[in-house]
């Protein structure tokens, strides 16, 4: 296991990250932004993972204990903001949905070669437009029973499984009925919308190693290519062979 490790300023900065590089766990004495202008990115803490693509950016509150890992070839930026500094008035993580021009103010007031004085007359303009952002779903909340957790850990290796509740169950000892009422208590989810969750967060992940539309479907789950491509738009707005 890593060595959980404190970072008290968490950096302003750009910088490219290999296919499946990231940052070990840690936690900052500053909230934080997290962006990948190209590929994807995930953050993991206790409570589940957020999975941002080039349109949504994640914020993490100080003192959330959290690690990245980069899908597909990401450009990340990150920004560092004190504590006083939060215009969404977040206590925990969540995804931001970004536009292009909160886009394009990320990517400058990243850019390390901006003088200081720049920097700090971009900052109001930032926040600004953070307080206006949308927050959107995509967290894929962590079951802690274990039986749960068991189940989690086979679909989690396996997103194209379509056995249901009753079928899994018998794999774990555990009645559908049961297994229900605990998804919705511990995640506050069904188990259908949990599922759809980690099969978008799994399908984010192969569009940006690459994969093809229809391959990522089969490899998800979905029944066809179309059916895929509708839940994708529901969920993100616009279809996954959008760059």
């Not at 009753?166 to 919308?193: C, D, H």
């Not at 391959?215 to 979905?222: L, Q």
């Amino acid at each position: 296991m890593s060595k959980l490790r404190h970072v008290p300023v968490a950096e302003t900065t750009s910088q490219d990250i290999a296919p499946l590089g990231g940052i070990d766990v840690h936690f900052h004495d500053q909230h934080q932004i997290i962006y990948a202008s190209r590929g994807v990115l995930a953050v993991t803490t206790d409570s589940g993972r957020w999975i941002s693509p080039a349109h949504q950016a994640i914020w993490v509150p100080a003192g959330t204990v959290h690690g990245h890992r980069a899908y597909g070839a990401t450009r990340l930026h990150t920004v560092g903001m004190p504590p006083g500094d939060n215009p969404l008035e977040l206590t925990e993580p969540a995804i931001l949905a970004v536009g292009p021009l909160l886009r394009e103010l990320i990517i400058a007031y990243t850019d390390s070669r901006r003088p200081p004085a720049e920097r700090a007359a971009m900052h109001g303009v930032l926040l600004d437009q953070l307080s206006r952002a949308a927050t959107r779903p995509g967290r894929l909340p962590t079951p802690r029973d274990e039986r749960l957790a068991a189940l989690g850990s086979i679909l989690d290796s396996h997103p194209a499984d379509s056995r249901n509740l009753s079928e899994l169950g018998r794999l774990i000892g555990a009645s559908p009925r049961t297994l229900s009422r605990l998804f919705r208590v511990e995640t506050g989810m069904t188990f259908p919308q949990w599922r759809t969750q980690l099969r978008l967060q799994h399908a984010l992940r192969l569009l940006a190693e690459g994969e093809s539309v229809s391959r990522v479907a089969a490899a998800c789950g979905w029944s066809s290519a179309s059916a895929f491509i509708e839940t994708f738009r529901r969920s993100f707005g616009h279809t996954p062979g959008r760059r």
